[in-house]
């Protein structure tokens, strides 16, 4: 398979929580281009802040994806900026709303280098995310100006989902918390 597949498969397999095998593909892709910079420095760290998140460690994800930061815009011609959501994903998990909200939003200022990649339609529900979680844990102004770019990326994001299957999980939970936040 080509290098660009087995990266797919690798972070398929970590998001759906098939660990073993996405470590073995990681493992894989680390012996076969050590000197690969991209590889290393940004699809690597992907996958293994993806595995992170999967064992409820989201500081460890955060860790795994600092050595992407200084490059990642830079060097991301394959799109979809991986690497930036899931560092979004670990600061949800991590109880950061706003920076949550900062990385989601990366990619949606983004939006040439991630064309048409899911990252970019669920970018919008990461900024929701992000912003709702900061108006549970803010106070006064700060929490209703958070509140108020939550229920704006919760909009957002259910008028590019319009169309979509109700029946898909994803859609659900956030027409269920938009719903809350109102």
């Given at each position: 398979?080509?290098?660009?597949?087995?990266?797919?498969?690798?972070?398929?397999?970590?998001?759906?929580?098939?660990?073993?095998?996405?470590?073995?593909?990681?493992?894989?892709?680390?012996?076969?281009?050590?000197?690969?910079?991209?590889?290393?420095?940004?699809?690597?760290?992907?996958?293994?802040?993806?595995?992170?998140?999967?064992?409820?460690?989201?500081?460890?994800?955060?860790?795994?994806?600092?050595?992407?930061?200084?490059?990642?815009?830079?060097?991301?011609?394959?799109?979809?900026?991986?690497?930036?959501?899931?560092?979004?994903?670990?600061?949800?998990?991590?109880?950061?709303?706003n920076a949550a909200a900062v990385e989601f939003q990366k990619i949606l200022d983004h939006s040439g280098i991630v064309q048409n990649c899911w990252t970019g339609a669920l970018a919008h529900l990461g900024v929701a995310r992000g912003n709702a979680l900061q108006a549970r844990t803010s106070q006064g102004a700060d929490a209703d100006a958070a509140r108020t770019r939550a229920l704006a990326a919760y909009k957002d994001f259910l008028t590019l989902w319009k169309d979509a299957d109700p029946d898909i999980p994803i859609l659900k939970e956030a027409k269920a918390e938009y719903a809350k936040l109102q």
């Open positions: 398979a080509s290098q660009g597949v087995e990266v797919q498969a690798a972070l398929a397999f970590a998001m759906a929580g098939d660990t073993a095998r996405a470590e073995s593909l990681a493992q894989d892709l680390g012996k076969h281009f050590p000197l690969d910079t991209q590889m290393q420095s940004l699809w690597l760290p992907a996958i293994q802040a993806q595995l992170a998140l999967d064992r409820k460690n989201p500081l460890a994800a955060l860790n795994a994806l600092q050595a992407a930061s200084p490059i990642e815009l830079g060097m991301s011609l394959t799109g979809c900026l991986y690497h930036v959501y899931v560092r979004g994903e670990a600061y949800l998990a991590a109880g950061q709303g």
